[in-house]
């Protein structure tokens, strides 16, 4: 029992409009990079197939050279949208060549089926091997499974074009009609119709997969310096007093202040003063460790958490950001030279107390103020009155030595 041809190809070229039109629809809602170019190529295919199914009704030059020239096409554009949403750069003569080698060699042998089934299929796999290949190269960056189901309808297509293949080299010099029904036809195209319907829903669940990642990001990230927001910022602080609380380990916050950003933003324009900010925040990100965290937490406020970290090697951290800030070189938009500094203050978090996320940035914010009263660009780390010695007549106040710190993150 064989499947009837003809309305295999009017399914697969209905799946394939329906797809094109749903792709099309969700690409431009959310603006994902590639997804207009894997619409297009769905209806590129859809065409090809269709030109297919008119064989015997209209040219051969329409029905066998440009179809197949319009599947292989639309493989060809599917790579490009892969590259695309990949954010990479397309190599133009390695997705289009195979599509230009199918159109010479089907104009040549337009009149023998043997050879263009092999031609066909051994170009078809390449382009699909193409595609395999990007998908693996990127598939840590790539977020979620649809890239997986992508993954199977491409192995699947591969074994479809590997038994078409097989199929016409073991009935070489007897060709056959395109429509006629028979094992090898009813095996691809049934094939064909399952991979197009997963191969699509596998983009539209990669592109949603894509915009549900960047909705999560702007839910955690500062637009404007690319940092952790408020939000996401203290969420990890809180993680990170639970952590310190169950190994002991030691904890430092540091509260940090553009010095004079009002003046900047009166004398330069909010712009400059924007640019000020995100070169502080680049600063920030790349001088400190990948374990730290850092957060923007109000205009020109920013929060960096330092684990397993002391009073004493977060003063050594603070200080090197403090003078690499300061000896950072800043224009405002008119090209003036905007010198940047910061005050910061610095607590460390005792996990025998009973002190909370609120309560260990007060303490970083009272030795951010003392800095900031002192002259700014400055370090001050929070002392508690209540760990202070008492002071009496007979026994005058003495320095407290800072313990030797064995555990500075100071690279």
């Known amino acids: 029992m064989y499947a009837d041809i003809p309305t295999m190809f009017l399914m697969i070229i209905t799946v394939g409009v329906t797809l094109s039109v749903v792709l099309g629809i969700v690409g431009r809602q959310r603006q994902t990079e590639g997804v207009s170019l894997w619409a297009m190529a769905l209806a590129l295919n859809s065409l090809g197939y269709a030109l297919l199914g008119l064989r015997g009704q209209i040219s051969n030059l329409l029905s066998i050279v440009v179809a197949n020239v319009a599947l292989s096409g639309a493989l060809a554009m599917f790579a490009e949208g892969l590259f695309r949403f990949q954010q990479r750069p397309a190599p133009r003569w390695l997705v289009w060549a195979p599509v230009l080698v199918l159109a010479m060699l089907f104009v040549l042998w337009i009149d023998r089926l ?115 927001n408020r939000r996401s910022v203290l969420e990890a602080l809180n993680q990170q007093l639970a952590q310190a609380r169950r190994s002991g380990l030691p904890l430092s916050l540091l509260m940090i202040d553009v010095d004079h950003f009002k003046r900047i933003n009166d004398t330069h324009g909010h712009l400059s003063g924007d640019l000020v900010l995100k070169q502080v925040a680049h600063t920030l990100r790349t001088r400190v460790r990948s374990q730290d965290i850092v957060g923007r937490v109000g205009g020109e406020e920013f929060l960096v958490v330092l684990p397993n970290t002391t009073a004493t090697g977060g003063r050594w951290v603070a200080e090197a950001l403090r003078e690499s800030i300061a000896a950072t070189r800043c224009s405002s938009l008119a090209g003036k030279p905007i010198p940047i500094t910061v005050s910061m203050g610095l607590h460390e978090f005792d996990p025998r107390g009973d002190r909370d996320c609120d309560d260990l940035i007060n303490d970083a914010d009272q030795a951010l103020y003392r800095a900031k009263a002192k002259g700014r660009d400055r370090v001050e780390v929070f002392e508690s009155v209540e760990a202070a010695p008492p002071v009496t007549a007979a026994m005058p106040p003495t320095r407290r030595e800072a313990p030797a710190d064995q555990r500075s993150n100071i690279r």
């Open 114 to 228: 043997p050879e263009r089934v092999v031609t066909s299929s051994a170009i078809f796999a390449a382009q699909f091997i193409l595609i395999l290949t990007l998908l693996v190269q990127e598939r840590r960056q790539t977020v979620g499974q649809g890239q997986y189901l992508i993954g199977a309808t491409v192995l699947m297509a591969l074994a479809t074009l590997a038994y078409r293949g097989i199929s016409a080299a073991f009935q070489w010099g007897r060709p056959g009609s395109l429509l006629a029904a028979g094992p090898a036809q009813t095996v691809t195209f049934l094939l064909t119709t399952v991979s197009i319907v997963v191969f699509g829903i596998g983009l539209v669940i990669m592109t949603k997969e894509r915009a549900d990642e960047r909705n999560r990001l702007l839910a955690h990230r500062d637009d404007m310096t690319g940092l952790n």
